[in-house]
């Protein structure tokens, strides 16, 4: 049972994966194309961690998806930060 239900948390986070890459190739400006690749990704990446742990079956192993998906999370904040901010600067569109 443990593993159907990883199985979908990662079919599912490929749904994810593919609207944020959508959302980056169809959406006018670099403030929504950044909105939607973040989220859409690290809501994939949750959503893949999710299904690793539960086929995995390990703690430690749970516990590593976890920490990297966390710093994962951390650094595409930062990243989204600094090039909205850059593109706001320069006053970019698109």
Same mark, same amino acid.
Do not use: E, N, Q
């Given at each position: 049972m443990t593993e159907l239900l990883?199985?979908?948390f990662i079919l599912a986070s490929l749904a994810f994966f593919a609207a944020g890459s959508i959302g980056l190739l169809? %959406?006018?400006d670099v403030h929504a194309r950044l909105h939607a690749l973040t989220k859409a990704d690290n809501l994939g990446l949750g959503l893949l961690v999710a299904g690793a742990c539960l086929i995995g079956g390990h703690l430690l192993l749970a516990l590593?998806? %976890?920490l990297v998906w966390l710093l994962v999370m951390f650094a595409s904040a930062i990243a989204a930060n600094l090039i909205a901010r850059h593109a706001?600067?320069?006053g970019e569109e698109s």
């Open positions: 990883g199985s979908l169809r %959406l006018p590593k998806l %976890l706001m600067k320069d």
